[in-house]
């Protein structure tokens, strides 16, 4: 009987087996590695975008700030240039205020009677003077409540005076000049 050495070749199978298993769990592993590799270029990318994408919503949100600022400071200075506005509307009304209250004054007065002074105090105005009669002097008053420019028109005091051998009515007249502004609505607060 011939005896055949089978060995080698199970040897060589086994071996040849070996190397396969080898080469398929190399290829398996480089698969695993490119698959793995990529994902993680993949998701860098994408953290690079994201990044980008805050820096840019950080950037316009810092530009709207500022726009937000400049139209803050544009409000104020609205506010301001109204504010003046007003000065100057209430300046040119009083203005002609006290030219006009004089004029007024002046029309009021009846004959034989004269005015020796005049004080205006904010809204309250002093008048003295002197008159033939206490007659002539509430004909005045009467002409002073009448007229648009004063109000709350009050005798403080009226007394007998003697000037160059004549008898005398002194008179000191107190009123108020009729409003001047009307109320401003209270301006709101900042937040």
């Known amino acids: 009987m011939i005896k055949i050495n089978l060995l080698p070749v199970r040897a060589a199978k086994k071996k040849e087996?070996?190397?396969?298993q080898i080469v398929i769990f190399c290829a398996v592993l480089a698969v695993v590695a490119a698959t793995v590799l990529t994902l993680y270029f993949v998701?860098?990318?994408?953290?690079?975008?994201?990044?980008?994408?805050?820096?840019?919503?950080?950037?316009?949100?810092?530009?709207?700030?500022?726009?937000?600022?400049k139209l803050?400071?544009?409000k104020t200075l609205k506010e301001q240039v109204k504010k003046k506005l007003d000065v100057l509307a209430q300046l040119r009304k009083n203005k002609k205020g006290p030219a006009q209250r004089l004029a007024t004054l002046s029309d009021a007065a009846p004959d034989q009677l004269w005015l020796t002074s005049y004080s205006e105090n904010g809204s309250d105005i002093k008048v003295s003077g002197i008159a033939y009669t206490e007659e002539l002097i509430a004909q005045f008053m009467r002409a002073l409540e009448a007229s648009p420019d004063y109000m709350s028109v009050e005798l403080v005091v009226s007394e007998q005076t003697v000037l160059a051998d004549t008898k005398l009515k002194k008179f000191d007249i107190a009123m108020k000049v009729e409003?001047?502004?009307?109320?401003?609505p209270p301006v709101p607060a900042k937040k």
């Open 179 to 184: 409003s001047a502004l009307p109320p401003q």
């Open 17 to 20: 087996t070996a190397v396969q």
């Open 43 to 69: 998701k860098r990318v994408q953290v690079a975008d994201t990044k980008n994408e805050i820096t840019a919503a950080n950037n316009k949100i810092s530009e709207l700030k500022a726009r937000i600022g």
């Open 72 to 74: 803050e400071e544009l």
